[in-house]
């Protein structure tokens, strides 16, 4: 698509009119906060703030939901880098490297870095929404059933091709969490499965309750064993600013997985969680220092964030284009806009130029505004650390629950939050890796459904695999990615 100059320019005067100035402040502030906060992700923000919305201009209310999608993206890694506590799926991968920082007494850093790099992805993927919306739409109509079978299978071998020296509890651990994502009613068939005659079952497990389960409950009851031996360290905060080599470390993971998450996020159904998976897991496999992924690497930090903040806007292409959701958020976005009178579709771009280019020129100013609000309050934010552990994990506990609660407003949620708790110590006591579960959880009902609808429209697994060129490319790459920690084993045994 060719940029056309004056509605570029008619929507960036449109953004810069003090109203929508306005909208895009308070909505990444909103984002931001609620981002913050577990279990609440942008999609919940967003449909909660849209009675707001009514009677506003189309335009305007675009330009504010767009803000608490991206501020959200923001605001769920400041609880993953200070609390272990990803606010939503998206900033799960915050939490390997962004957490150890912290705990070494970088959380200073690691907030600058990850506002810095959301800030680069979403620039990029502003560049890419300009100069590739209507090819990318069209390119994304191609991924059918087949393709998202194997794009998502190869999420998931590069996830536990990580667990180096450790895959069989990698493949254990997806294993599982495939397994908990087959919970609830068979939405081909209508057969209950796993739900043990509990209604609130029938609906499966929410991922978001395995997520804060895990990481925010598991991580309280496993500190809370050695708790009377946590010796309280002072100025654990670190500096703010970052060093010439971490800057160095983490430029290139940004520039490499900005275009990787805005791509990821033009497919629809894909999401800001597996762009932000993808790019962990392709730049530790790119590293040349992979050993230290997981012990508070910038670059593990940085790169995901670039990469979900880029998802984000990467997900409103076939939104604008096509009227498809690229996720949960835009599917909410989606349903409001058509509310406010606005038909997202192939005929936006030319019955309304300005509300398009307008959202395009808030969601680069937007960003801005956020990556000097988000360095502004790291003093206030990393005052978290201080706060004595007595103190800080209850807070983390009713969080957790408050979070939960929100979800489905469901007792059952409770139980499940503590089951999932404890097997999160569990899992960490005996060193298997959480990632590929998470993953697995997230990912595996999706992959199900396109699964069994590829074997339907192709007769065989054969015919699924060899479909077409995007199949066949996804399948090379998931076969590298099993062999990739064999192949490096190699190498490096030939070396010695």
Same mark, same amino acid.
């Given at each position: 698509m060719g940029v056309v100059v004056q509605s570029f320019i008619e929507g960036l005067t449109t953004a810069l009119q003090p109203m929508n100035l306005l909208w895009v402040l308070i909505g990444g502030f909103l984002g931001t906060v609620v981002g913050m906060l577990p279990g609440l992700g942008p999609a919940t923000a967003v449909a909660v703030l849209i009675p707001i919305t009514f009677g506003m201009d189309p335009t305007s209310a675009l330009v504010l939901m767009a803000a608490i999608y991206y501020g959200a993206m !923001?605001?769920? +890694? $400041?609880?993953?880098?200070?609390?272990?506590?990803?606010?939503?799926?998206?900033?799960?991968? /915050?939490?390997?490297?962004?957490?150890?920082?912290?705990?070494?007494?970088?959380?200073? #850093?690691?907030?600058?870095?990850?506002?810095?790099?959301?800030?680069?992805?979403?620039?990029? /993927?502003?560049?890419?929404?300009?100069?590739?919306?209507?090819?990318? /739409?069209?390119?994304?109509?191609?991924?059918?059933?087949?393709? !998202?079978?194997?794009?998502?299978?190869?999420?998931?071998?590069?996830?536990?091709?990580?667990?180096?020296? &450790?895959?069989?509890?990698?493949?254990? +651990?997806? +294993?599982?969490?495939?397994?908990?994502?087959?919970?609830?009613?068979?939405? #081909?068939?209508?057969?209950? $499965?796993?739900?043990?005659?509990?209604?609130?079952?029938?609906?499966?497990?929410?991922?978001?309750?395995?997520?804060?389960?895990?990481?925010?409950?598991?991580?309280?009851?496993?500190?809370?064993?050695?708790?009377?031996?946590? @010796?309280?360290? @002072?100025?654990?905060?670190?500096?703010?600013?970052?060093?010439?080599?971490?800057? &160095?470390?983490? @430029?290139?993971?940004?520039?490499?997985?900005?275009?990787?998450?805005?791509?990821?996020?033009?497919?629809?159904?894909?999401?800001?969680?597996?762009?932000?998976?993808?790019? !962990?897991?392709?730049? #530790?496999?790119?590293?040349?220092?992979?050993?230290?992924?997981?012990? %508070?690497?910038?670059? %593990?930090?940085?790169?995901?964030?670039?990469?979900? &903040?880029a998802a984000s806007v990467g997900s409103f292409i076939p939104l604008l284009t096509m009227g498809i959701p690229g996720s949960g958020t835009t599917a909410v976005i989606l349903g409001a806009l058509i509310m406010l009178g606005l038909q997202p579709g192939p005929l936006l771009f030319e019955n309304n130029p300005e509300t398009v280019w307008t959202l395009v020129n808030s969601m680069f100013i937007g960003n801005l505004f956020l990556v000097i609000i988000n360095i502004l309050i790291i003093g206030l934010l990393v005052k978290i650390l201080d706060t004595p552990p007595k103190i800080l994990y209850p807070m983390i506990l009713v969080l957790a629950f408050i979070g939960t609660y929100t979800l489905s407003y469901s007792i059952i949620d409770f139980y499940i939050l503590v089951i999932f708790g404890l097997i999160g110590v569990m899992m960490k006591l005996l060193n298997f890796p959480i990632a590929p579960l998470i993953l697995a959880v997230i990912v595996g009902s999706d992959m199900e459904q396109n699964f069994r609808k590829s074997i339907v429209s192709y007769d065989n697994i054969f015919n699924v695999l060899f479909a077409s060129p995007i199949t066949i490319t996804l399948l090379i790459m998931t076969i590298l990615s099993i062999c990739y920690p064999f192949i490096v084993g190699w190498i490096q045994k030939r070396k010695a």
């Open positions: !923001y605001g769920g +890694s $400041r609880s993953s880098i200070l609390l272990n506590t990803p606010g939503d799926g998206s900033a799960i991968a /915050a939490t390997f490297d962004g957490y150890p920082m912290a705990q070494k007494g970088q959380a200073g #850093q690691a907030l600058t870095i990850s506002a810095i790099a959301s800030l680069i992805g979403g620039t990029v /993927a502003i560049i890419g929404f300009i100069l590739l919306a209507k090819p990318l /739409a069209s390119f994304a109509l191609n991924f059918g059933p087949a393709e !998202y079978f194997l794009l998502l299978v190869f999420t998931l071998s590069a996830i536990v091709s990580l667990s180096r020296g &450790n895959m069989v509890k990698g493949f254990i +651990s997806m +294993s599982v969490g495939l397994l908990l994502s087959t919970v609830g009613i068979d939405l #081909q068939t209508g057969v209950h $499965r796993f739900t043990f005659d509990i209604p609130q079952l029938s609906e499966g497990i929410d991922f978001l309750v395995v997520i804060i389960g895990i990481y925010a409950v598991g991580e309280v009851l496993y500190n809370l064993i050695g708790i009377d031996q946590i @010796k309280k360290e @002072k100025n654990k905060v670190g500096k703010k600013g970052i060093s010439r080599e971490q800057w &160095n470390q983490s @430029k290139w993971p940004i520039l490499r997985q900005s275009p990787i998450g805005f791509l990821i996020g033009v497919l629809p159904g894909a999401g800001g969680s597996i762009a932000a998976m993808l790019s !962990y897991t392709t730049e #530790q496999q790119v590293s040349k220092h992979p050993e230290k992924f997981g012990k %508070g690497a910038i670059e %593990g930090l940085a790169a995901p964030e670039s990469s979900n &903040n």
